[in-house]
């Protein structure tokens, strides 16, 4: 129900580029972890961990080479 929500929150021009992978295993969040500057430790401690990114290709609008597909 979260995931739903957040896939279909406003966006601009309605693109909804952001994508969603949810990280259980142990091996990779141990490799999230290490890729995060804050946060490493609930990465570690929380059973599930939803990542949230966006595909570049997916956001045709930039304002000043900044991809404004994000925001909302």
Do not use: Y
Not at 4 to 31: G, K, M, T, Y
Not at 39 to 46: F, H, N, Q, S
Not at 53 to 60: K, L, M, N
């Amino acid at each position: 129900m979260v995931l739903s929500a957040a896939r279909l929150a406003p966006s601009h021009q309605n693109l909804q580029p952001w994508r969603f992978v949810i990280v259980q295993d142990d091996e990779h969040r141990r490799q999230l972890a290490q890729a995060c500057s804050r946060g490493a430790k609930l990465v570690l401690e929380a059973p599930a961990t939803i990542v949230a990114f966006e595909v570049e290709e997916d956001i045709p609008i930039t304002v000043g080479g900044v991809h404004v597909g994000l925001s909302a």
